[in-house]
């Protein structure tokens, strides 16, 4: 019997939010959808925070995941943008909420590292590996690195549950090579 599961990632922002979905078939992930919400259009603020619940709403309808995955707001010097992000972050969790989905947080740290073994990746990198990863053709990459960043996410979630959907944890990359040798290639 197949095991499928449908995780879906969210890089929250207050100009660009990014989403992933992965399609996990038999503990193997594949890309199902990526894509962006740009929020430039809409001066007020609170409108933007509307739209991301909508789309959120939106992508949970058409996809039905069984978990979220979202970035954690990472702290920064100005204070009144964290805030933004913390809103942004918060509308989509409640979007998820609504729906019964289970929520897991990541840091920006910790999604980059189980992506590229580097915490202190560039967008760019993560996308790369993104890439390699799942073999997502190029013109399946979006130029829009949020929503790599949103299936970055999701495949961290991935990697972060059990085979079987619940228990194994990597405490590194390392780890995750030793304990999948068959997903690693030379």
């Not at 289970?102 to 590229?116: F, G, R, W």
């Not at 059990?162 to 990597?170: I, P, Q, R, S, T």
Request: hydrophobic share 40%.
């Amino acid at each position: 019997m197949q095991k499928e599961r449908i995780i879906m990632g969210i890089d929250p922002g207050t100009q660009i939010m990014g989403y992933g979905i992965l399609k996990v078939l038999n503990n193997k992930p594949q890309l199902e959808a990526m894509g962006v919400l740009e929020l430039n259009k809409f001066e007020n603020h609170y409108l933007r925070l509307a739209r991301i619940y909508e789309r959120t709403i939106s992508l949970i309808e058409q996809y039905l995941p069984d978990e979220l995955a979202i970035e954690a707001p990472f702290y920064g010097k100005n204070v009144q943008s964290m805030l933004k992000l913390g809103r942004a972050q918060g509308v989509a969790m409640a979007a998820a909420i609504s729906r019964d989905i289970p929520i897991s947080e990541y840091a920006p740290l910790k999604i980059k590292m189980s992506i590229t073994g580097n915490g202190r990746a560039a967008k760019e990198q993560v996308a790369f590996m993104l890439q390699k990863i799942l073999k997502i053709p190029n013109e399946n990459m979006l130029p829009q690195l949020d929503a790599s960043d949103g299936l970055a996410a999701a495949l961290c979630h991935f990697y972060q549950s059990d085979k079987d959907f619940g228990n194994a944890k990597y405490s590194s990359w390392k780890d995750f090579a030793n304990k999948n040798p068959d997903k690693i290639s030379k």
